[in-house]
């Protein structure tokens, strides 16, 4: 009996908290990150801390997708992409988007 591999999931959505007034900001996850954003609730600009790679690693419990990717190679883990509903202006992923060939 084999052993599963472990998988690593790619979330459709992430959860920003703005350090300004803690209200949750839902926004899409995509692979260019995200870098700054504006706040719903109090309309204050949520900008990339110097120290931090994105927004979603400074102020959500997620990890961007680059560091999503360093650790799946890193522990040679299955990634699995998120299951989206399409609309007309959702971009859908495919395997080539997140292991293109070289």
């Known amino acids: 009996m084999g052993r599963k591999k472990s998988v690593i999931k790619i979330p459709a959505n992430v959860k920003i908290k703005c350090?300004?007034?803690?209200?949750?900001?839902?926004?899409?996850?995509?692979?260019?990150?995200?870098?700054?954003?504006?706040?719903?609730?109090?309309?204050?600009?949520?900008?990339?801390p110097i120290n931090q790679c994105c927004l979603i690693c400074a102020f959500s419990n997620k990890k961007c997708y680059t560091r999503l990717m360093m650790e799946a190679h890193t522990k040679n883990l299955?990634?699995?992409?998120?299951?989206?509903?399409?609309?007309?202006?959702?971009?859908?992923?495919?395997?080539a988007d997140f292991h293109p060939e070289n």
């Open 19 to 48: 350090p300004h007034c803690n209200q949750n900001n839902q926004v899409a996850f995509t692979k260019e990150g995200t870098f700054n954003l504006q706040c719903k609730k109090c309309k204050e600009m949520i900008l990339t």
């Open 78 to 95: 299955e990634v699995r992409l998120p299951e989206v509903k399409q609309s007309k202006n959702s971009k859908i992923f495919t395997r």
